[in-house]
């Protein structure tokens, strides 16, 4: 099996600490992984936009000597003729050494990494996942904290679609004595399936309904953008997108060393005025992404003992995902697979419950 990277719970806690450690290393001495990956192709395809992701992952892998090739716009490809996804997936892996994927649909880059004949990293599916914003974030919070463990952490906005939130909270659940305040309104909160996962680590998680009641206690405060492109209506999406506005005046009540981060792209969430505090770090944090991509670009093509867990181990029990943004209900002849979750069937994919 492929070294992929679909979601970072494929991986134990201390496999992300080597990706972590050597994106440290290579912040230090750039210079050593100069050409590195010379000779290495890396195949970029983003079925959904992105800034940061596509681009710290194309600067990765030029820095690291390697070459990129890819779209960020699928129309521009044959799929715009109708070809399926694995059609197009199965071709670039037989192209690359290496493939980075970002897509609409929940569970789409795993279902690609059913027949790539390269590793797949999953760069966003749907609202789903975002392992390797998770892995930035995770460097980010080393870095700036120095710790991953006892920290009081605020998670905001859009916390139901909010994939780089999903990632993140379950992530670090994984570490002692971190608690979690969810801010964010009734129709945004956090799925079900991620709390309840995270209360079987033993999180401690709260939800209000405003920042100014989370604030002042916390040591790390995470917005994130109302994710407009997951909504039904627009009439919707206007009624959520300015609920949770943090600006200089709020911040006053927060403490020194707090730090605010943002997975970015920013809409209006965060007033401008906020970007001149020295505890605003979303900038930095972005930056952290391209060595944390280097990082982990450089394990997956060289590091031959570095493998998830098994993954693909369910079965098609007849039943069909409830999840309309699942890929199974999207993509012909996949198979569908469920795989049991305590006492319930979930759908390997996109992780939707089944009963
Ligand atoms: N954080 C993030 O995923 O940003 P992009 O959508 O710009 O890649």
């Known amino acids: 099996m492929y070294s992929h990277l679909i979601d970072l719970n494929d991986y134990s806690t201390e496999q992300w600490n080597v990706i972590i450690d ?30 940061r992701t596509q681009m710290s992952f194309q600067s990765a892998m030029l820095r690291l000597g390697g070459g990129i090739i890819g779209f960020d716009n699928p129309q521009t490809s044959s799929i715009s003729k109708g070809e399926n996804l694995k059609d197009t997936t199965k071709t670039v892996s037989g192209y690359s050494d290496i493939m980075v994927m970002r897509h609409h649909l929940e569970g789409a880059v795993k279902a690609a990494a059913l027949t790539a004949d390269c590793p ?3 760069a966003g ?48 659940s994984k570490y002692k004595g971190n608690k979690f305040t969810f801010i964010s309104t009734r129709q945004l909160g956090l799925p079900e399936y991620i709390k309840k996962a995270l209360t079987e680590e033993g999180a401690s998680c709260r939800d209000v309904s405003s920042i100014e009641e989370a604030l002042p206690e916390l040591d790390v405060l995470y917005m994130t953008r109302i994710q407009k492109e997951r909504f039904e209506s627009e009439e919707e999406y206007r009624r959520q997108k300015d609920v949770f506005i943090l600006d200089a005046r709020k911040l006053k009540a927060a403490k020194d060393d707090l730090i605010v981060l943002h997975p970015l792209p ?18 930095k944090q ?11 670009i450089l394990i997956i093509l060289n590091y031959k003992d570095f493998k998830p867990k098994p993954f693909f181990t369910g079965e098609d029990c007849g039943l069909k995902c409830g999840n309309e943004r699942c890929i199974v209900n999207n993509e012909k002849g996949l198979p569908p697979k469920f795989v049991e979750e305590g006492d319930a069937l979930m759908c390997e994919y996109c992780e939707e419950r089944v009963f």
Do not use: W
């Open 22 to 51: 050597l994106a440290r290393d290579i912040m230090k001495n750039p210079h050593i992984y100069e050409g590195a990956c010379t000779g290495k192709i890396m195949g970029t395809l983003f079925y959904e936009p992105s800034t």
């Open 120 to 122: 797949v990293v999953n």
């Open 266 to 283: 920013r809409v209006d969430e965060i007033a401008r005025e906020v970007d001149d505090d020295p505890r605003a770090l979303y900038f």
């Open 125 to 172: 599916d749907g609202g789903h996942l975002h392992p390797t914003q998770t892995l930035t974030d995770l460097l980010t919070l080393t870095e700036e904290k120095k710790r991953l463990n006892d920290l009081n952490i605020g998670v905001c906005g859009d916390l139901k679609n909010g994939r780089t939130v999903h990632s993140l909270v379950r992530a670090l």
């Open 286 to 296: 972005a930056h952290y992404g391209m060595y944390v991509r280097m990082a982990l």
